[in-house]
């Protein structure tokens, strides 16, 4: 008997919901812990109505503690479970790199895969919301950089359900931001048929050939836009490469696209310098340097702490930055 | 359960202090250093505080500040601390600690500009102040704090340094790493706990299985005491007490103040979603401001005319500095690169300049 | 000093467990558990452990191993707990346990390895061994003990897990959040503390101003004991008791178990920079092997001859693992690659093409 | 009265402890905090003999807790103190992270400078000793992205001395690394002067026409022979630029050079992969664009754990792999 799936109009909150429920009852050994993520469904409700279908032996609220969140899904990994913590911000996630660096990222390495760590750590990520200082970080760099570990950043609510889903079957330890300015602005088509998406490719959002527009997360949002606009205000033919994946990075995806329009612009939310931006550019000037006719271009946030919400816009990248670096891009090299 | 094998090495125990209960009632004796004076000031500062939380989540509804946590049930923790310290204590305060800073000569409009996701709400309107500004990250104050108290160590200076966190927070590493500096440094520190039972929508039992907070100083042998949260006459004390142990320089104190949250966590939460009605409907029986009003009117200090000015009263105040704070003009776009360094570096001042043509192209002026 | 405005609300008492004293006599008598045949055998397990430290140590001197600390002066504490825990209980230590680990069947040339610099080491002989591989960031492996338990406790497994540290590690935050966590959980969990004194150059005195590390478990409220970690009974009385209460699910135990480290810190230290010798004459006095061949002696247990035919027997068994690591065979480039991830990442896999190379031009075999 | 400046024959593990002894003789808001680092001088004997000189209320022992080190360090420096921290390893400095990302960089900025934070955090990195696990990180990349914090890292005891100097006067929070492997293998003739160096300024170290090393720290080692022998063995013309600062990064002197050489190496130990050269790299080709005849070169270490140290010379850069990587570099775009 074929089981029909359910289909859904779903925000991202609600697709990141469904690939919980769907992983928590197709393996027993997953379990949710966290702040909040319990009674109170967390902060932003993706864990809402878990505690009541799964109790709580597998939906943890756990102490307001973040080095032991990590540290404990540390342990509990190795032992054949699969930890999904929730880190409740990005900003309160700093005590836990200890964790991350030296032992989720090192267990496999370090015992010649005697012990594995599969766990996933869930924290929002990203400004616009409004909200208070340290509730708007995006510091995926600072992880990109740590080895053995992987960095994946859902862009929509379809890809939130198949990433969060491939996470959580991965046997590595992956850092899963979610874009919290998207969480419930956009609404898909959604099959909860329990697929997941590939952890290792970037995705083609657009096709197009005059410049690659590249970029993840919420800022997707910006980038659809101005290309968008590129093409109908000025007839300029934008592919667009949603990352998806930080870490590792399909730089193949990329280079192709880059090889094809000999252009290119990122486009991150994150502070500029030593930014996520710069090893995307090293591989494609590595890869792609007789290809490339002008200098990849950066928009970004600046190398400041992001402003309080009062001042947030001034610091995140908007369509008309985007749209005028692309300008810039295509003049260089004419 | 102690078996033959075993002697008994260390012993420990924890006291309360009470004077004020909840009918207003004194079960000890009013200590000679808390006059009714002193009392009525305490009342007065909590209506301020009290007419300064409800602007505030007024303000919010309206969407002219940003999420704000009140200390709705609290504030008698805030305002004894407030009273107590003096100007050159140092205050390490956490999110909820409005009635303390607005006593310590932080002025509302101040308080509004930081809820209002403007910097310089922190900038203070008294630049003598060394205060730090609220912590968002729970617990990381208490080792600001404790390397303040060593400076103060250092220098042998005769002040205390104060600092304030949730019930939540004593579950952190750096709860534990301060206190057991403060014990080993012998720092000059007074760590308050505002026990109001709830992080968000997780109670204490979940946090921790100890009976007491106070209970966590033995941890780091120094000393601790609980106090009910909502006596102002035991805050008073034990703070002042704790204060000058501390500006002697003879050693840290943790005070467990228990009180309860009768608000939401933030307005940006919904309590009813995890907590029980009648779990907060006694609880605002035993909040601070009835009792102490009952006493005060009791013993002739306080009576309705009075309560109907001193609320106008501190309405107005708040009112002008409501205004005040929606008058405060816009920040430039330099501001938010000029305090990143002393000085701008070069890689900087290129992003500076490309911020003010955005800034000018986002809000022209 | 307590004034009459406080109740005690709250008691607590550290106790201290002993059996062996450092003359070799037993002050109180023998728990009817611990045979005299559990005493020869750890005694044997102490003369091996001894027995590796010392070759771990030459082997260094002479360059075929890299730093090293060595457990003299603390073998009682490892031995005790080697013996008490069983085969599906899990071990999550930290860098001095070596004969715990070799008595749970991790073979020395496995400690070899992970010491001269080869990351096999932590593979261990034996496949189905989950325990932990030694620990290097200080106190870190308290939280993974706590993820551990949580997970036994979860498939209400009858195991314990046991983690261990030294008393330095005691001041990090890590220490406390586990013990927090493994309060409130009721976690299957023992946690024993080498109080040995010092954390490299540093006096336990300068790390905590608390009377015992016991202490700091009040701070959880869990069950905390002080025993002699001298004393080979105690240790197997306590470890026993508290293991056997995590494998009902009644809780979790701190044991602080008081020694003195003889040696340097590691190899790579110089104890005599910052210790005086008279303080490590006192402590040789008290080390645990003398005391228990005094016992065993009197008890005509043990004598000259058994001595020295265990001492040769280990220096032989010894002998032939140092051989099995002298002979391991290197690792090659992939190794380093290959568990990096579950499966090579593309990025990784140019990178270990290139490795091999490298590889062989660094090493050509 | 002229005052002569003592000269020594200095090793950077003397310059280094030079360094802290003429800060901690000019101004009396100094101090020292770390473990080891009193009685013992740090287990590399950087601070030897200064408890003696400036006793145990400015030389601070502290206990085994680096997250207090550092949140205290921030107490302190907002009271006009300078405290000077050691992290015995660099491996040891994740705890260490929230209280540098959110609090020690932000609080001038946080108070629109009401409150500064003055403070240094040193801390030995890198690999090449034949260290335990955890011992021979390198991971400056991270903290680079960090906006308000310094990061700088000497290459030799003339420019530990200088710049060591200048981060204790510096008003702002800085990041010191110390490569220790060249603690005690390089020796210069040091003036203790009390001059600092610039903390804004990358050195040339060596002039040359056809192609530019850029690195830092030990690495400066391997890839000033590497150009040596380029010179020699194959007549190329090589510069070498030291870094220093990681952050705030000068890349006008990196600029010019390329922008004169047309090519460019960078040599660093840290992982590849959103590793320093990443930024570097975007810079080049931001600002060189059409000055550059060949993809700008990477020779760093792998993105794997650092092997121990059986092993770790197949990690480490060595003088082959540079030059290889720079006859690759001038071949390519010929
Ligand atoms: C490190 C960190 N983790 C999580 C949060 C999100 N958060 C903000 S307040 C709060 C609960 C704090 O509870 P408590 O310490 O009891 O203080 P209260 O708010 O009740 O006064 C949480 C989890 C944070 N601010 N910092
Ligand atoms: C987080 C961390 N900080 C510093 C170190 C360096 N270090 C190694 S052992 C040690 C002292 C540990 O003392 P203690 O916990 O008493 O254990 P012992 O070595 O005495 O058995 C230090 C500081 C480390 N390994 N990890
Ligand atoms: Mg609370
Ligand atoms: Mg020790």
Same mark, same amino acid.
């Given at each position: 008997m074929i089981k029909a799936h359910q289909t859904h109009e779903a925000t991202m909150v609600d697709a990141l919901n469904l690939a919980l429920k769907h992983a928590l009852a197709e393996d027993e050994n997953v379990v949710l812990l966290g702040e909040d993520i319990g009674t109170n469904g967390g902060v932003f409700r993706v864990t809402e109505g878990l505690k009541d279908i799964f109790g709580v032996r597998r939906i943890m609220d756990t102490p307001l503690a973040e080095t032991i969140i990590a540290g404990m899904s540390v342990g509990m990994a190795t032992q054949g479970l699969r930890p999904v913590a929730e880190i409740q911000f990005m900003g309160f996630i700093y005590s836990t790199v200890e964790h991350i660096v030296s032992h989720a990222t090192r267990l496999r390495n370090r015992t010649r895969g005697r012990l594995t760590c599969p766990l996933v750590i869930r924290a929002p990520f990203g400004g616009g919301i409004h909200a208070p200082e340290h509730h708007s970080e995006s510091t995926e760099a600072m992880f990109g950089h740590i080895p053995g570990l992987r960095v994946v950043i859902p862009s929509s609510p379809v890809r939130a359900y198949g990433l969060l889903l491939s996470a959580i079957r991965c046997n590595d330890p992956v850092l899963f931001l979610e874009p919290k300015r998207v969480y419930r602005s956009v609404k898909q088509n959604l099959v909860d048929n329990g697929e997941g998406l590939p952890l290792d490719s970037c995705f083609i959002l657009r096709e197009g050939n005059d410049l690659t527009l590249i970029s993840w997360g919420a800022m997707i949002q910006e980038t659809l836009q101005a290309a968008a606009a590129l093409e109908k205000q000025y007839g300029i033919s934008v592919e667009v490469v949603?990352? /998806?994946?930080?870490?590792?990075?399909?730089s193949a995806t990329i280079i192709e696209s880059v090889k094809k329009t000999g252009r290119a612009v990122i486009v991150h939310e994150? /502070?500029?310098? =030593?930014?996520?931006a710069g090893e995307i550019i090293a591989r494609i000037q590595e890869e792609a340097f007789f290809h490339l006719r002008a200098p990849v271009g950066r928009v970004t946030g600046f190398?400041?702490?992001?402003? =309080?919400?009062?001042?947030?816009a001034i610091y995140m990248p908007d369509i008309q930055q985007i749209v005028e670096q692309a300008q810039t891009t295509l003049q260089q090299g004419q | 359960m102690k078996n033959n094998a075993q002697t008994e090495i260390a012993q420990f125990k924890i006291l309360r202090e009470e004077y004020l209960n909840a009918k207003g009632e004194l079960v000890n004796p009013l200590p000679s250093d808390i006059t009714p004076a002193l009392l009525v000031q305490f009342y007065k500062h909590m209506v301020y505080a009290r007419t300064f939380d409800q602007k505030a989540i007024a303000l919010q509804r309206t969407g002219k500040l940003g999420t704000y946590p009140s200390a709705l049930g609290q504030e008698a923790i805030n305002t004894a601390l407030g009273m107590m310290m003096k100007e050159k204590d140092v205050l390490v305060p956490y999110y909820r600690d409005h009635s303390t800073r607005l006593i310590r000569g932080t002025p509302a409009r101040d308080l509004f500009r930081y809820w209002g996701g403007d910097e310089r709400g922190s900038l203070f309107s008294n630049p003598l102040n060394v205060d730090f500004p609220d912590?968002?990250?729970?617990?990381t104050q208490l080792s600001h704090a404790a390397g303040i108290a060593t400076a103060m160590k250092i220098r042998n200076a005769p002040f205390a340094t104060v600092t304030t966190c949730g019930d939540g927070a004593t579950s952190r590493g750096d709860f534990y790493e301060a206190l057991n500096l403060a014990g080993v440094w012998q720092l000059p520190l007074v760590a308050v706990v505002n026990n109001n039972r709830w992080a968000i929508s997780v109670p204490f039992s979940k946090q921790s299985k100890?009976?007491?907070?106070?209970?966590?100083?033995i941890a780091a042998e120094i000393d601790a005491l609980q106090v009910d949260g909502n006596d102002p006459i035991g805050l008073l004390t034990c703070f002042n007490r704790a204060l000058k142990k501390a500006r002697d320089h003879k050693g840290a104190t943790l005070i467990e103040a228990v009180t309860y949250r009768l608000g939401d966590h933030t307005t940006a939460d919904d309590a009813r979603r995890y907590r029980k009605d009648q779990d907060l409907e006694s609880a605002k029986e035993i909040e601070p401001m009835i009792r102490l009003r009952l006493w005060l009117t009791q013993n002739n200090l306080w009576n309705d005319d009075l309560e109907q000015q001193e609320i106008m009263d501190c309405k107005n105040r708040i009112q002008q500095e409501v205004q005040a704070y929606l008058d405060t003009p816009p920040q430039v776009a330099d501001d938010f690169f000029n305090y990143v360094y002393e000085e701008c570096p070069a890689e900087l001042e290129n992003q500076k300049t490309f911020a003010r043509e955005k800034f000018n192209r986002l809000s022209p002026h």
């Open positions: 949603d990352v /998806a994946s930080i870490k590792p990075l399909d994150a /502070a500029k310098t =030593y930014g996520p190398d400041i702490p992001m402003p =309080y919400f009062k001042n947030e | 912590c968002v990250p729970i617990a100890v009976q007491t907070i106070a209970q966590k100083a």
